[in-house]
């Protein structure tokens, strides 16, 4: 197992980040920055983070989002805790924040307002859109998925759905840490800071940006991904003995020869009809059918470890609790305790890259509301 770094070792210790912001985007940007070593101190407003306490499907993202911060709180809305965090963001390398538009320029901490007092700070926007017909509106991730083609290539035909995760939030996060570290680069050439923004809609619209060439290329639309025209005869979920699933690729002629052989179908092997991918992609749907009712009596694990045994691309469809102990997860440090701020103890995702070997991870405990405001406020005296 990689071992975490000391705070001393890692790239951005000595950067000072103040972070006004909730939900996922904003605090994705603070965490990286702060699992890289950066000192991110986050401004709750009283009473916390109201995304401390969402229920259902937004229940996790606080302790997902935050770790390795310290936790203020200021009543922003106040002249002064206003000045306090002026006083703040003036000892800060970098500033974030995630707020509706508007919202910081009516408070004189918009980039624009801060840019003359501090020249050297980095300010990082996390918005629903980069500046431009859309800029003034309100934007969630289902929002910009919505609109951005994500949706429309997930869902079935007449079923727009949206991905599974928050996935233009974190990216956007990330996006947004990205810049940061090329501004600090920059910063040391310039001693400027300059404003970086990061937008949902921009993001989402990067990840449908491949189904737009295609279409450049072909001038077709291209068909939302359950409606795809398959690259290749065998790339799907297949159902095993006691309704297990398991998806499946042979993406070669070597790998069709590999499972066939698995499955002892010599018939499909020999049949002159499925030599070539092609082939094989003409005759999808049958072909499916074909390995379905091989596969059908088969014990997942036992056939698992057989078609590893044999190099092909496999997968158990797996739901997130199960990753709570993937042994892969576990094993390879990526999945690691913090305290929580209640005190209980809960494994967490690492960021997913090493640096020479190691792993940032978890230095801090979640902070608790309020929990580093005196230590962070004698700084100002």
């Known amino acids: 197992m990689t071992t975490t770094p000391s705070s001393s070792a890692l790239p951005l210790d000595g950067i000072r980040v103040i972070e006004f912001s909730h939900m996922v985007m904003g605090p994705t940007c603070g965490m990286i920055l702060a699992d890289l070593g950066a000192e991110v101190i986050k401004i709750e407003p009283p009473g916390g983070d109201k995304t401390r306490k969402l229920p259902g499907l937004g229940m996790g993202f606080f302790r997902t989002f935050n770790r390795n911060k310290k ?3 200021l009543d922003i809305d106040t002249p002064e805790d206003r000045e306090k965090a002026l006083a703040l963001i003036g000892q800060s390398d970098v500033m974030i924040e995630n707020f509706r538009p508007g919202r910081m320029a009516a408070l004189g901490l918009d980039h624009l307002s801060l840019r003359e007092r501090f020249p050297e700070l980095i300010y990082v926007a996390h918005k629903g859109f980069l500046p431009g017909p859309y800029e003034n509106r309100l934007a969630l991730d289902e929002v910009v998925q919505m609109m951005g083609g994500l949706a429309y290539m997930t869902g079935p035909v007449g079923r727009p759905l949206r991905a599974g995760s928050s996935v233009n939030d974190i990216m956007g996060g990330m996006f947004g840490a990205i810049g940061v570290i090329a501004a600090l680069y920059e910063r ?16 989402c619209v990067l990840l449908s940006a491949q189904h737009m060439q295609q279409f450049a290329m072909s001038g077709e639309a291209p068909p939302p991904i359950p409606s795809r025209i398959a690259a290749w005869g065998v790339y799907d979920v297949f159902t095993l003995k006691n309704g297990e699933q398991l998806f499946i690729g042979a993406v070669s002629d070597k790998q069709w020869v590999k499972l066939c052989q698995l499955l002892d179908r010599p018939d499909l092997l020999a049949d002159p009809a499925l030599q070539t991918n092609a082939q094989r992609v003409a005759a999808r749907p049958t072909l499916l059918a074909q390995l379905g009712d091989s596969l059908q009596h088969l014990e997942i694990d036992a056939f698992s470890a057989q078609i590893e045994a044999a190099g092909l691309p496999y997968a158990p469809i797996r739901r997130p609790d199960q990753l709570m102990d993937d042994p892969h997860l576990k094993a390879s440090g990526g999945l690691v305790p913090m305290v929580t701020d209640t005190g209980e103890t809960t494994d967490v995702v690492l960021l997913p890259f090493t640096m ?6 978890v230095r801090h405990a979640l902070p608790a509301i309020g929990e580093h405001t005196h230590e962070i406020l004698e700084r100002l005296r």
């Open 71 to 73: 936790s203020v709180v």
């Open 188 to 203: 040391k050439k310039t001693s400027r800071g300059q404003e970086i923004q990061s937008a949902l809609f921009e993001n």
């Open 356 to 361: 020479d070997g190691r792993r940032p991870g």
